[in-house]
């Protein structure tokens, strides 16, 4: 690897725990990143990210481009600048967001021509693109420019999108070229499909990445036909660099992947649940609005060291998010992120002493309890 390396420090079944070192500091693995869409993880101050235990966070190519715009993020220094954040940081390529998020899109073998969500501009997007855009950025580990079909989707379709998808990373690989401290990941596509996935392992690997992500999950298929496919596609990428699994998830979707070999998750959805007023706790999902905390003086989590759990109450929980205040998303989503942390913490730890199977059941029986009774 070009100054980025994966250590891999112990194995349990098939999970993994070891550190990717950076020119910004270590990785801890398993690892959860923060998703910080526009140069922030909203209602979070980067040092509360930091606090929280994230040792790196995501960022993304489509909002960036669009706004405030990846030449001017350049002019100001770069993104961990322009963000006060000094720890790594992983780009996504602009592609998934692309044709979620963007209007009047036009695919072709070059890449893909769009309309801004925020103003209607024209832009286009292409391997050599994406590629200037997350070098503009200052990313630490820049990904493969590809293309994802929704699922379901027909196997012709998952098997067209995922050869330009190797052809996109063929040009990713040589517009990246070769940049001391950053790190490219190629990304394995073909669906629920055992053999596209093989196929597309290795046409990754006779390109060559410091890294592996598994693309075209969490895209609809449901948390069974996800850990079916999760089953075999991180062994059919190569166990000596990190592997990444995009856009995951819940927490009991995390645990089932790490479970299965996978190292470094992002996902929206713990800040996301913190400004909807939804917690997830040790013992399951908990609704700050319904009314049955408005007289609760206990806190979220006891167990919990957040300061929302340590200096709050659920009355006051459910009292600030019913009055629409800022401090509402704020706690909630540090709340979110710390427990996220604490989960890849306590994995990280069991993997390392050969206990996981353990820990997975303590996890599993806890969420099972469900949330203290109501006062
Ligand atoms: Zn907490």
Redesign the pocket.
Known sequence: MSGVTFELKATDGRARTGVIRTTRGDIRTPAFMPVGTAATVKAMMPESVAATGADILLGNTYHLMLRPGAERIARLGGLHKFMNWDKPILTDSGGFQVMSLSDLRKLTEKGVTFRSHVDGSKHELTPERSMEIQRLLGSDIVMCFDECPALPADRKRIEESMRLSMRWAARSKDAFGDRPGHALFGIQQGGLEPDLREESAKALQEIGFDGYAIGGLAVGEGQEAMFACLDYAPGQLPADRPRYLMGVGKPDDIVGAVKRGVDMMDCVLPSRSGRTGQAWTRRGQVNIKNARHSDDPRP??EE?T?P??RNYSRAYLHHVFRAGEMISGMLLTW?NL??YQEIMAGMREAIAEGRFDAWEAAFHATREEGDIPAL
């Open positions: 979220l989590d919990c957040c929302a759990c709340h710390h427990y």
